[in-house]
C-alpha cells in the first residue's frame, strides 16, 4: 500500500509513527517531529482555498538597509520597535513618562537601556511615519466643549499667567458624585496629551469602552507617587505630587493593557479600533489645558527618555546605574545593583546626540560625551571595558568577572560611538573616534567567534566560562545580521558584508561546509 | 481525507509534496527532504519481518574507554583501524612493506603520519586480537613440500651459512615453462611471509583463485624498484634489487585489491573466503626459507612502519619531510614539498615509543626524543609550532601561515607526547612531559573554541582567516570525542569529560541552548 504506517526510531532513542509510501520509496516523518527535532516552523496557509504547508527555519528578520546609516537619522531597525508593549516593561511611568522594567525585578526599576530604546524608537518613528493626526478637544480658546458640572462642583476658564493662555479651572466637592466631566465619542486616535496643574487628592479619569463588549475601563491619572495600581476596572497611574504645571501625554491603549497585566488577565491583544473613549472626568481641584488626542506623539516620549536620561546619570561618572542584581551564568559572581552597561551608555549617546541634533539643547551633547568615560573603565573597576586576551577592547553589555563578550550589545555600544563621532563632527579626531575605532577592530577580529556555522552565538561565555556554549536564539541572531549590514556600509572589510550574508543564509536553514 | 497531498514551501525557496493528515492535525514531510536539508540519515531495516525505519543523526562512532590510556598499549581507537584498505592508500610498497599514499599527489608517496598510523593500527589489533594462526608450508626442516621442478628447472635444499639454515634453493631457465611450483591448496589465512634472497630477473608468483568464478589472479613479487603495475589478472609488486636475504611479509588479499584499484576495475570488496592460494611459483634464481601463512602478522607490519621511521627521520631535524605540495585553503601560501606535520611527528612518536618498549632497542627511543625538537620551532621557521594570541601552543597538523590550528592533529600530537613521557618514566622531567604540559594547558583553554553548539570545528580557519568556519564531519568529530574521552582520563580538569559528554551528545541530536 502507498500509505503504509512505520515505525521510525530516532537515534535509537524513542519511536515516532511514520507513513511510507513503497510506490515512491520514500517515507514521510511527521512535521511535529521536524519542529521539535530541529526547531523548524511550520504553518498551514490557505491562499484562494487552496492550502499549503509552510515551512520556515527562523523567524527574525532582516531588514536590508537601503542607504548608509545616518546617526541623525532612525537607529538601526529601531523604527520596528514597541518597547512599551513587551511583557517585561510595567508600565509606563506616569510621573517620568518612560518605561518600567520588571525583567530582572518584579517590582520593577528604571533600566537606561530600555528606556533609550524607547526613546530610539520613538525618535525612529517619528521619523519614517507621516506627522501624526491631531484633534484639539480643548484648549480653552478655539477649541471649546461642554464640560458637565455636577451641582456642588464648579469649572471656569480663564487667563494664566505662567503658561499665558486661557485655561480650564476646575474643582470638586469631596463626595463620590462631584465631577467635572466632558462626555466624547472618540475612536480614532489614543494619545492623550494635556498639560495639567493638580492640587493634592485631584485625579483626570479617561473612560474607554469596548465597542463591541460594552465593558468599560477607568483609567485614572492621580496626583499620587504611585506607579500603577488596578482593581478590576480601575486602573490607576501617578503623575506626581507637584503643584506645578507639566504635560502629560499617555498612550491610553498601552495605559489600559499595562492595567490588564497587573491584574493577571488573560493577555487581550485587542485591536486600537474596538475601544473609544466615552468621557474625561476630572476630580479634585487643578487647572487644564490643550486636551489633545493623537494618533502618536512621538517627540515627546523621545523627549521623555532624553530627560530622564539627563536627570539620571551620574555627574561624577557619567554612567546610568542599574538598581538591580543580576545573574547572568552559574559560575560567574552576580553584577550588585549599581552595576553599568556599556550597552546602556551606548544606547545612551545614540539618544543624546539626537537629542542635541533635534533640539540644538548642549546639554544633550555634554551629556553624551560624559557617558564615553565610562566605557574605558575596566569592568574589575566598576566600569564595563573587557579585554579580550589582553588584546581586543570590548564594551561590556554586562561587565562580569570573567567577561561574558556579548555581541549585541557591544555592536549597539559601537553605534553610539559612531554617532556621537559624527554629531561632533564627521571629520573630528575625538575620543568617540578612537574608542569606535578600537572597538571596530576587536570586531573584525573576533567575529568569526561568534559564527556557530549554522547560526551565532549570543556571547563568548564557552571560552571565558568554558561551558557550553550560548546560541543566539533567531530574534537576537537577526539582530546580529541587521547590525552587520549596518556596520558594512560604514567600513568596507569584507568580513562584515560576508558574515552579513553567510549569517542571514543561516536564516534560512543554510550551513558552513564540513570537511 | 486523512491523507492529502499538501504543497509545502520551504523557506518560500522551493516546494515538496507532503502528506497530511486532518484526522490528527499533522503534516508528514519526505525523508528525503529532511535527509538533503540536516543531512540525517535514514534506512529500513528489518527484524523477524517487521519493516522499521532507523533516522541516524551521525554516523561516527564512539568507544567509550574502559580503562585509563596505557602508552604501551593499544594506540586510541586505532585497533579499529585498516589503514591499508583505504582508498587513498595505493598499495603496501614491496621495498618498504608501509603504505604509499595518493591522498595529495596520485604518482604516491611515503606519508609519515600514514605509515605511523598503519603501524600503530598493526600494533593496536596485536594487541588485542588472539595469537595468529600460522602454518608453515616449508621450513627445509621440519616442514617440507614437494615442489614442482619442470625439466630445465633446478631446486634443492642445502644448508645457508648466512641464515643458519637449511633453505630452497631455486634455479629456472629464461624458457617462460621454466619453473619451480608448490601446488597448495589454502583457502583460510592470506598473509604469506617468506625469507627470500633472488638474484636479478627473478619473482615470486602467487596465485589465487575465486573459489566460486574460478577466476584467477597472479600476484608477482619481483626483483625490480617498482611499486606496483598491473595488467589484466595480473598484479606486480617490486621487493627491490637487494641481492640480500629479506623477509617479505604480503597481505595477498590487499595485494589482489590494491591491484584491481590501479586497474579501475570496479570495487570489489570481495571477502577474504571467496578465494584461495592454489599455487607458488618460482622463477629466476634464488633462495627461500619459511614459507608461512598466517591470519595476521601485525607486528611485521609494525616494525615495517617502525624501521621505516628510523630510515626516513632527518638526522639533522628529527623530522620527517612530506615530499608533496599542499594546498589548505584560499588566501593561505600552499605548504610546500618538505613540510613537517606536528600530527607525523606525535604519531611517529607514538610509534617508535612502543617499538622501543617492544623490542628494548633504544635507537627507537633516540628517535623518539630526536622528534620532539621539531615541535618547538615556529612554522615560519619551517617547525610546525604555532602560538595563539602570542599565548597558546599548538602544535600544527598543517603548519600554514597564518595558523590554521586542527584540532585532531594537535591532540595526536599531544598523545606522542604523553607516550614519549610514560615511556622515560611517568616521574622524568622531560621535555616531552613540558610540551605536553604546555599544550595540555592550550587544549583546556581553546578547546570551547570548538564547539559549533551542535557539533565540532575541524579547525579555526574562521578565526584565523576571517572565512566561514569549517565544520568537522561526524568521523573526525567522532575522533575529537574518543579523544576527549582519553584525555578525560590523565587529566580531570572536568573542561575535558564535560565536553566529551556534550559533544557525544551532539551526534544524537543534541544541541546546545540558545538563550
Ligand atoms: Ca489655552
Ligand atoms: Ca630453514
Redesign the interface.
Known amino acids: 500500500a502507498a ?1 503504509d504506517a ?8 524513542y519511536t515516532v509513527m ?3 509510501d513503497t510506490d515512491r520509496d ?7 517531529l ?1 519542529h521539535k ?2 526547531e523548524i516552523y ?1 504553518k ?1 496557509t490557505s491562499t484562494d482555498g487552496v ?7 527562523s523567524y527574525g528578520k532582516i531588514y536590508h538597509p537601503k542607504k548608509k546609516y545616518d546617526p541623525l537619522g532612525t537607529f538601526t531597525t529601531f523604527e520596528n520597535y514597541n518597547v512599551e508593549v513587551r511583557d517585561r516593561v510595567k508600565c509606563i511611568s506616569g510621573i517620568e513618562g518612560v518605561p518600567v522594567s520588571t525583567q530582572w525585578e518584579p517590582r520593577g526599576f528604571f533600566y537606561p537601556t530600555q528606556i533609550a530604546q524607547f526613546g530610539l524608537a520613538h525618535y525612529s518613528k517619528h521619523i519614517i511615519e507621516p506627522d501624526p493626526k491631531r484633534r484639539i478637544i480643548d484648549d480653552g480658546e478655539k477649541h471649546l466643549e461642554n464640560w458637565i458640572v455636577s451641582k456642588d462642583a464648579y469649572m471656569a476658564r480663564d487667563y494664566d499667567n505662567s503658561v499665558q493662555s486661557n485655561v480650564i479651572r476646575f474643582s470638586t466637592s469631596d463626595h463620590i458624585s462631584s465631577q467635572v466631566w466632558l462626555k466624547v465619542n472618540l475612536s480614532q486616535d489614543f494619545v492623550l496629551s494635556v498639560d495639567i496643574q493638580m492640587k493634592p487628592n485631584s485625579s483626570m479619569t479617561v473612560v474607554l469602552q469596548n465597542k463591541d463588549k460594552k465593558e468599560t475601563v477607568y483609567l485614572h491619572y492621580i496626583t499620587s507617587m504611585q506607579l500603577i495600581s488596578a482593581q478590576e476596572d480601575h486602573i490607576s497611574y501617578g503623575v506626581g505630587v507637584d503643584p506645578n504645571w507639566k504635560r502629560i501625554t499617555r498612550d491610553l491603549i498601552i495605559d489600559m493593557q499595562k492595567g490588564w497585566a497587573l491584574l493577571d488577565k488573560p493577555k487581550r491583544r485587542l485591536p486600537r479600533n474596538k475601544f473609544k473613549i466615552s468621557s474625561i472626568i476630572l476630580s479634585g481641584s487643578g487647572s487644564l489645558d490643550n486636551v489633545t488626542l493623537s494618533s502618536s506623539e512621538h517627540m515627546h516620549m523621545f523627549y521623555n527618555a532624553a530627560r530622564w536620561l539627563l536627570r539620571a546619570q551620574s555627574s561624577r561618572s557619567g554612567a546610568w546605574p542599574i538598581p538591580v542584581r543580576r545573574r547572568m551564568a552559574a559560575g560567574v559572581a552576580e553584577l550588585k545593583p549599581g552595576w553599568h552597561s556599556a550597552m546602556s551608555q551606548g544606547h545612551a549617546i545614540s539618544l543624546l546626540a539626537r537629542a542635541y541634533h533635534a533640539s540644538g539643547d548642549a546639554t544633550y551633547l555634554q551629556a553624551a560625551k560624559r557617558a564615553l568615560y565610562l566605557l574605558d573603565v575596566p569592568s574589575h573597576a566598576g566600569g564595563v571595558k573587557a579585554l579580550w ?1 589582553d ?1 581586543y577592547v570590548w564594551y561590556e553589555e554586562y561587565p562580569t568577572k570573567p567577561p561574558l563578550f556579548v555581541l549585541n550589545g557591544f555592536i549597539y555600544t559601537l553605534l553610539g560611538l559612531y554617532d556621537l563621532h559624527i554629531i561632533e563632527g564627521e571629520n573630528s579626531i575625538s575620543l568617540a573616534k578612537k574608542m569606535f575605532d578600537d572597538g571596530m577592530t576587536s570586531l ?1 577580529n573576533l ?3 561568534f ?5 551565532s ?2 556571547d563568548l561565555r ?2 571565558t566560562l ?8 533567531w530574534d ?1 541572531h537577526a539582530t546580529h545580521v541587521n547590525q552587520l549590514y549596518l556596520l558594512a556600509g560604514l567600513d568596507s572589510d569584507p ?1 562584515l558584508i560576508n558574515t552579513a550574508k ?1 549569517w542571514e543564509g543561516y536564516m ?2 543554510k ?5
Not at 6 to 13: Q, V
Not at 26 to 32: A, H, K, R, T
Request: proline residues 5%; contains cysteine.
Open positions: 500509505n512505520i515505525e521510525c526510531s530516532i537515534n535509537g532513542e511514520c507513513r511510507r520514500e517515507v514521510f516523518v511527521p512535521f511535529s521536524v527535532y530541529f511550520g498551514i492550502d499549503k504547508f509552510e515551512w520556515s527555519h586576551m588584546k573584525k567575529l568569526p567567534l559564527d556557530t556555522g549554522s547560526g552565538f549570543y564557552h571560552f568554558g561551558v557550553s556554549p550560548n546560541i543566539a536564539r537576537y568580513i553567510r534560512q536553514g550551513r558552513a561546509a564540513h570537511n
